[in-house]
């Protein structure tokens, strides 16, 4: 640790300790406030691209009948429709499991005695609260790496969820127009 070079100095150093850890606890409830509303946002995603998926599958109806009546070639438009049904719901299924694989988001100290006690309790008060000072700063770094590939996946998730229902605008339109001509 550092030297102090008297007690006016110890209070001030002590004072500033305290000070930083009292905002890097505040930190790390904000990590995981944000950790739980990107797992809210990635169920909204899951949710919203079943739904899609759903009127996907009813709008594969339109190109079906628009080949029955001979407006489209029979096979491959219609089973090409639904190929990129299914691989943008896979991918945003992807980007969905990826965002809220299961993590391990670190804590300041390990809820352990042996590690506590080697870690902390052999010197002083002070050396301890350094030393979870430096422990915050370490896991609050490792956090926000995992934090934000989670969010890169959900945001990657909800660019595909904003394709998604283009795309079927796009074949119940094509289908709509080609029946009723």
Same mark, same amino acid.
């Given at each position: 640790m550092h030297q102090h070079t008297g007690p006016e100095s110890n209070e001030a150093r002590q004072r500033t300790v305290t000070a930083l850890l009292t905002e890097l606890r505040r930190q790390l409830d904000e990590q995981f406030r944000i950790i739980d509303g990107l797992d809210s946002k990635a169920g909204v995603l899951f949710g919203a691209a079943s739904l899609l998926i759903t009127l996907g599958s009813l709008s594969q109806g $339109? *190109?079906? /009948? *628009? *080949? *029955? @009546? #001979? /407006?489209l +070639? +029979? !096979?491959? &438009?219609? $089973? !090409?429709v639904l190929v990129v049904a299914v691989v943008l719901y896979a991918a @945003? &299924?992807?980007c969905l499991m990826r965002g809220l694989r299961i993590r391990v988001y670190q804590l300041p100290m390990k809820a352990d005695w042996d590690? $506590?006690?080697r870690t902390y309790l052999r010197g002083t008060s002070d050396e301890a609260e350094e030393q979870l000072l430096v422990d915050y700063v370490a896991r609050l770094k490792d956090n926000w790496i995992l934090i934000q590939d989670k969010a890169e996946w959900t945001k990657r998730g909800f660019a595909l969820l904003g394709v998604e229902p283009i795309y079927l605008l796009i074949v119940v339109a &094509? #289908?709509?127009t080609l029946i009723l001509d």
């Amino acid at each position: 640790m550092h030297q102090h070079t008297g007690p006016e100095s110890n209070e001030a150093r002590q004072r500033t300790v305290t000070a930083l850890l009292t905002e890097l606890r505040r930190q790390l409830d904000e990590q995981f406030r944000i950790i739980d509303g990107l797992d809210s946002k990635a169920g909204v995603l899951f949710g919203a691209a079943s739904l899609l998926i759903t009127l996907g599958s009813l709008s594969q109806g $339109l *190109a079906f /009948r *628009a *080949a *029955a @009546i #001979g /407006r489209l +070639p +029979p !096979g491959n &438009v219609v $089973l !090409g429709v639904l190929v990129v049904a299914v691989v943008l719901y896979a991918a @945003i &299924v992807f980007c969905l499991m990826r965002g809220l694989r299961i993590r391990v988001y670190q804590l300041p100290m390990k809820a352990d005695w042996d590690h $506590l006690e080697r870690t902390y309790l052999r010197g002083t008060s002070d050396e301890a609260e350094e030393q979870l000072l430096v422990d915050y700063v370490a896991r609050l770094k490792d956090n926000w790496i995992l934090i934000q590939d989670k969010a890169e996946w959900t945001k990657r998730g909800f660019a595909l969820l904003g394709v998604e229902p283009i795309y079927l605008l796009i074949v119940v339109a &094509v #289908g709509v127009t080609l029946i009723l001509d």
